[in-house]
C-alpha cells in the first residue's frame, strides 16, 4: 500500500467512488501521521504520549457459507504509535466491500479484519465483532467532569489559537474539563466534524474560560480526528506545562463510522467505550 506525503493525492475521499461488494483489502488507505505531527515539531521516534483511536462501526454485514447475510458491530483500536492513520472513506469502502463476500463466522471476520487494518496501519490492531442477533445493547456514557459550555464568554477566533490558553499560578489541581463545542473540518472535503472533548490533567488550574475559547477556535481549521486531538493535546501540553495530561474526543459518526481519538501522557488510563448522546 502507498502512503504519499499529501493524504489527497491519490485519496478516495471526496471523489466518486465505485462501491464494491466483493472483499478488497486494496481499498485501505494508510495516511503517515508524520505528515501531519511535523508540523507540530513530534519526532516519530518521541511521541509525547500514548494513546489510541477508537472507531465503531455500526454498518458491517457478510454472508454466511449459505449465502445469507449477518450483521453485525464492529470495535478498532489503531495504536498512536502506528506509522499510518486510516482514511475514513476508505474504511468504509473496505467494509463495504465485505457485503457479498461469504465467510465461516464471525471469528473469520475478526480475523481478516485484524490483519488487514494491521497491514494498513502498520502496527497492530485490536478488532472486536459483536454479531447484533446477541441482542446488543447500546451504552451511553457522560464523563465525569466540569462542563465548560455554560461559561458566558465571547469568542472571536476560529482557528487554532493556542495563545488562548493560560495556566494559573495557584495551588495544583487534578480535573476533568469537557465541552461539546469542537466542531473542525475535514481536510480533505471541509466537510464539518462534530465531537465532545474531554480533557484531564494535573498542574496549575487552566484558565477555563480560555480553554473554552481555543475548543471553539477549531471551528474553522480543517484537520482529521485524530491530528486535532494531538494539536490540542500538544498546545495544552506547551502552553500550561500540566505534570499529567489526557485528551480524548468522541466524534460523530460519519458513514456508519465513528472515530475517538485519545491521547495521554501516560497517567491516565484510557476511558471505556461509552456513546456520546449524538453517537
Given at each position: 500500500?502507498?502512503?504519499?506525503?499529501?493524504?489527497?493525492?491519490?485519496?478516495?475521499?471526496?471523489?466518486?467512488?465505485?462501491?464494491?461488494?466483493?472483499?478488497?483489502?486494496?481499498?485501505?488507505?494508510?495516511?503517515?501521521?508524520?505528515?501531519?505531527?511535523?508540523?507540530?515539531?513530534?519526532?516519530?521516534?518521541?511521541?509525547?504520549?500514548?494513546?489510541?483511536?477508537?472507531?465503531?462501526?455500526?454498518?458491517?454485514?457478510?454472508?454466511?457459507?449459505?449465502?445469507?447475510?449477518?450483521?453485525?458491530?464492529?470495535?478498532?483500536?489503531?495504536?498512536?504509535?502506528?506509522?499510518?492513520?486510516?482514511?475514513?472513506?476508505?474504511?468504509?469502502?473496505?467494509?463495504?466491500?465485505?457485503?457479498?463476500?461469504?465467510?465461516?463466522?464471525?471469528?473469520?471476520?475478526?480475523?481478516?479484519?485484524?490483519?488487514?487494518?494491521?497491514?494498513?496501519?502498520?502496527?497492530?490492531?485490536?478488532?472486536?465483532?459483536?454479531?447484533?442477533?446477541?441482542?446488543?445493547?447500546?451504552?451511553?456514557?457522560?464523563?465525569?467532569?466540569?462542563?465548560?459550555?455554560?461559561?458566558?464568554?465571547?469568542?472571536?477566533?476560529?482557528?487554532?489559537?493556542?495563545?488562548?490558553?493560560v495556566a494559573?499560578?495557584?495551588?495544583?489541581?487534578?480535573?476533568?474539563?469537557?465541552?461539546?463545542?469542537?466542531?473542525?473540518?475535514?481536510?480533505?472535503?471541509?466537510?464539518?466534524?462534530?465531537?465532545?472533548?474531554?480533557?484531564?490533567?494535573?498542574?496549575?488550574?487552566?484558565?477555563?474560560?480560555?480553554?473554552?475559547?481555543?475548543?471553539?477556535?477549531?471551528?474553522?481549521h480543517n484537520?482529521?480526528?485524530?491530528?486535532?486531538?494531538?494539536?490540542?493535546?500538544?498546545?495544552?501540553?506547551?502552553?500550561?506545562?500540566?505534570?499529567?495530561?489526557?485528551?480524548?474526543?468522541?466524534?460523530?459518526?460519519?458513514?456508519?463510522?465513528?472515530?475517538?481519538?485519545?491521547?495521554?501522557?501516560?497517567?491516565?488510563?484510557?476511558p471505556d467505550?461509552?456513546?456520546?448522546?449524538?453517537?
Amino acid at each position: 500500500m502507498t502512503s504519499p506525503t499529501d493524504p489527497g493525492i491519490l485519496s478516495p475521499l471526496g471523489k466518486p467512488t465505485e462501491y464494491r461488494a466483493d472483499y478488497a483489502p486494496e481499498l485501505l488507505y494508510p495516511i503517515p501521521r508524520q505528515f501531519k505531527r511535523d508540523e507540530l515539531g513530534i519526532r516519530g521516534d518521541a511521541l509525547p504520549f500514548v494513546g489510541e483511536d477508537l472507531w465503531n462501526a455500526y454498518e458491517l454485514s457478510w454472508l454466511n457459507p449459505k449465502g445469507k447475510p449477518v450483521v453485525a458491530l464492529g470495535t478498532f483500536r489503531v495504536p498512536a504509535d502506528s506509522p499510518n492513520l486510516v482514511e475514513s472513506k476508505s474504511f468504509k469502502l473496505y467494509l463495504n466491500s465485505f457485503n457479498q463476500t461469504a465467510f465461516a463466522d464471525a471469528s473469520a471476520v475478526e480475523a481478516t479484519l485484524t490483519r488487514d487494518l494491521s497491514a494498513a496501519a502498520g502496527a497492530s490492531v485490536r478488532a472486536k465483532i459483536e454479531v447484533l442477533s446477541g441482542r446488543l445493547q447500546p451504552t451511553l456514557g457522560y464523563p465525569e467532569g466540569i462542563l465548560l459550555d455554560d461559561l458566558d464568554i465571547a469568542c472571536g477566533a476560529y482557528l487554532p489559537a493556542p495563545e488562548l490558553l493560560v495556566a494559573v499560578d495557584v495551588e495544583k489541581v487534578e480535573e476533568t474539563l469537557v465541552s461539546h463545542l469542537l466542531k473542525s473540518n475535514c481536510l480533505v472535503t471541509g466537510q464539518p466534524d462534530w465531537a465532545m472533548v474531554v480533557i484531564r490533567y494535573r498542574g496549575r488550574p487552566i484558565d477555563r474560560a480560555g480553554l473554552l475559547r481555543y475548543i471553539v477556535s477549531f471551528r474553522n481549521h480543517n484537520e482529521f480526528h485524530e491530528q486535532c486531538v494531538e494539536r490540542i493535546y500538544c498546545d495544552i501540553l506547551r502552553r500550561c506545562a500540566p505534570e499529567a495530561l489526557a485528551v480524548y474526543a468522541r466524534y460523530t459518526r460519519r458513514g456508519g463510522l465513528d472515530i475517538n481519538p485519545f491521547r495521554s501522557s501516560g497517567e491516565f488510563a484510557a476511558p471505556d467505550n461509552f456513546r456520546e448522546v449524538r453517537q
